[in-house]
């Protein structure tokens, strides 16, 4: 698929063409551990063990590469795995500067796994140019961030970050999982390395656990696929299958998900029990004008501050009907959570509350329900509280 070609055309075709055997318009889940060789060594294209390929998810990575508008894809069994795979480029000694807002998760593995391996970070607020400059030494490697972060929503000039991880000869990875390609391409921005939790939007329907990175350079490809293959943390053929299905419809999706969550803002912002509405796409939120400047629209989550502490929080959460009480994000049904508790519990106390992820904090993943109903749903949770 040329790479000139629209998203949605891409979406559909990107990385596939019918089965040669059969014609099978969809790509076949090639369900095979191994494949024969005609002599040793001798196999067809590059297929002789599935966790080094598999056909299957050779169409994903071309199809996720070429949204993206990168040259190489990489896909691996969970958005984790992606960064894992990452930070095993990495050596003791090596610093990394993280964005002071990430996924609990993602914390998680440079806290608890990679720090006792000797790979050092400093977590910084990365929409302050000056403290962003400050946090570099001579070890930094590599800059790690999420834009819109989770669960603030704050949004990260990608080529400021892009042009001083490069003045300073590190590596800019950014995890483009709440924007998806369709309204963000951090390659195009200047960005080295993008991760997706494929579990989200490019998933779509909270059926499925995935992680993909896309690169244009080609070194950088080889040693990733070389962690890809020597750790093994693959996907199975019919995860990426189901992957390739939901890919096709991500445009769709996308812009339902941003229209509802638009209004859903805004509902929110006027509304009296609610003391602060964070969504890029509000004119007042800090961070709408880089917003405007990097993205196509602005996503799918929402996230705000209820008047009040727990209590109203926890009566609000199990009030609701339409938004399921639950992790994870991206599908097309409506979810909502609490980060303190559920998905940034890793993150230590002091340091999420003074990020503002506070016990009156909520995190809504808006789904492409009806919107009226959604408004409804969350009308009538807020007037029990
Ligand atoms: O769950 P997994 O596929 O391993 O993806 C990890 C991950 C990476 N990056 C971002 C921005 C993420 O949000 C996540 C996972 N996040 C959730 C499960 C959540 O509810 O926020």
Redesign the pocket.
């Known amino acids: 698929m040329d790479k000139k070609r629209g998203f949605s055309t891409i979406a559909i075709h990107g990385g596939q063409k019918p089965d040669p055997s059969t014609g099978a318009i969809m790509t076949p889940v090639y369900m095979t551990s191994t494949y024969v060789q005609e002599s040793p060594g001798v196999f067809k294209e590059n297929y002789d063990y599935s966790r080094s390929a598999n056909p299957t998810r050779t169409a994903l990575e071309k199809n996720l590469a070429l949204l993206e508008g990168g040259e190489h894809g990489i896909c691996f069994s969970?958005?984790?795995?992606t960064?894992d795979a990452v930070l095993h480029m990495l050596k003791a000694g090596d610093h990394v500067i993280l964005s002071d807002d990430?996924?609990?998760?993602?914390y998680r593995i440079f806290d608890r796994i990679f720090r006792q391996l000797g790979v050092e970070f400093t977590t910084v607020n990365l929409c302050d140019e000056d403290a962003f400059k400050d946090a570099f030494r001579a070890e930094t490697k590599l800059v790690w961030l999420?834009t819109p972060t989770?669960?603030l929503l704050k949004v990260i000039d990608i080529e400021m970050a892009s042009s001083l991880a490069k003045t300073h000869g590190a590596l800019l990875a950014v995890?483009n999982?709440?924007a998806t390609p369709y309204l963000q391409n951090p390659l195009s921005l200047g960005a080295d390395i993008v991760?997706h939790?494929?579990?989200?939007y490019l998933g779509g329907h909270s059926d499925l656990?995935?992680?993909a990175l896309i690169v244009n350079d080609r070194q950088l490809a080889e040693s990733l696929h070389y962690i890809q293959n020597a750790v093994g943390a693959v996907p199975s053929p019919f995860d990426c299958f189901m992957l390739l299905r939901s890919t096709k419809t991500l445009p769709v999706r996308m812009e339902q998900h941003c229209q509802n969550a638009m209004a859903i803002a805004q509902f929110l912002d006027s509304h009296p029990k609610v003391k602060e509405v964070m969504y890029p796409g509000l004119e007042k939120s800090p961070y709408h004008t880089v917003a405007k400047k990097q993205m196509k629209d602005f996503g799918g989550m929402v996230s705000f501050v209820i008047d009040g502490g727990l209590k109203e929080a926890t009566r609000f959460l199990e009030s609701v009907e339409i938004f399921s009480l639950a992790?994870?994000?991206g599908g097309v049904e409506s979810l909502i959570?609490h980060p303190a508790i559920?998905?940034h519990a890793t993150i230590p106390k002091d340091q999420r509350e003074a990020l503002g992820i506070t016990d009156g904090f909520i995190r809504l993943s808006v789904g492409i329900e009806d919107c009226s109903d959604l408004i409804d749903d969350l009308t009538q949770a807020l007037d029990r509280v």
């Open positions: 969970s958005g984790c795995a960064i990430v996924y609990g998760g993602t999420e989770n669960p995890d999982t709440f991760s939790s494929c579990t989200k656990v995935g992680g992790e994870s994000l959570e559920m998905t």
